[in-house]
């Protein structure tokens, strides 16, 4: 008995509006997934998630599925809006994009990467913006971000990047004592072989990524996403013109940070400023 097709919600987002198009399509051709796949050069399980709206299509898919289905660039005009738009499930993807990165890349300008922070330094954070939450709600929020740092032991994460502006080692979350641990941690990560965190020092001047949080993920086969959050919002950009943009401003701060050994001497020299 073959499994039973998942709902869509076509009005919920124009990727999920995407996904019901290429399923209605599919279907109205009395098609496969399987025989979709060789039409278009996708595997068949891309396809689903596609259809399900899992997964962002790819720039070439658009043009592929109006060429097969003949519907005079409906995928195309419908690839414009979905790749622009801000995802009802955005965080949610941006956890199993992370888990699937082959190269992640990150800059922030007040607050610890997630993948960096040790638990006392999150669970403050999360008292501090969130004081309204019960300690068991905290504690669930602390719990699944340390689960994202397996991304480091899965084996699927080949090299990690972060360029850190100083504000983020000198705004203490949680006190003097929890900001040395956190601080030692990124110590210890700068040493290790696949794990890269250089620091921007205030002497520096204002650039284009000053107050925001940028991560950069780079999937198998070269597909790269891009998430840009702010305090209430996580924005994924997946289309090329976006990709090489953030790309360059990340690149441009690499070669404005401190080294790695510079950067690792210049978290020692906080560190010793923090009050006993």
């Not at 592929?64 to 993807?93: C, M, N, V, W």
Request: proline share 5%; aromatic share 6%; net charge negative.
């Amino acid at each position: 008995m073959s499994a039973r097709p998942r709902e869509l919600t076509p009005d919920r987002s124009a990727r999920d509006l995407f996904g019901a198009k290429m399923r209605a399509c599919r279907e109205r051709a009395g098609m496969s997934l399987e025989g979709l796949s060789g039409v278009v050069n996708i595997s068949r399980s891309h396809l689903a998630r596609i259809e399900t709206a899992q997964a962002m299509p790819p720039p070439d898919l658009p043009g592929r599925l109006d060429a097969a289905f003949g519907t005079d660039g409906i995928f195309e005009e419908l690839y414009g809006l979905a790749s622009k738009e801000i995802h009802p499930d955005q965080f949610k993807r941006r956890m199993e994009l992370e888990r699937r990165a082959q190269v992640i890349g990150e800059y922030a300008s007040q607050i610890i990467p997630g993948l960096l922070q040790t638990e006392a330094y999150a669970r403050a954070q999360f008292r501090a913006g969130q004081p309204w939450a019960s300690k068991g709600e905290v504690e669930e929020l602390v719990v699944a971000r340390m689960s994202r740092q397996a991304v480091f032991t899965a084996g699927t994460l080949m090299d990690y990047s972060a360029v850190l502006d100083e504000a983020t080692l000198r705004r203490g979350f949680g006190g003097p004592e929890v900001m040395r641990a956190q601080l030692d941690h990124l110590i210890d990560l700068t040493l290790t072989p696949r794990t890269t965190i250089q620091i921007l020092p205030f002497d520096l001047e204002g650039h284009p990524l000053a107050g925001g949080f940028l991560t950069l993920m780079t999937m198998d086969k070269g597909t790269r996403v891009f998430a840009d959050e702010g305090v209430m919002t996580s924005t994924l950009y997946e289309d090329l013109e976006s990709a090489v943009r953030l790309q360059r401003s990340y690149d441009l701060q690499r070669m404005s940070a401190l080294t790695p050994r510079e950067s690792a001497d210049f978290i020692r020299s906080v560190r010793e400023e923090l009050p006993t």
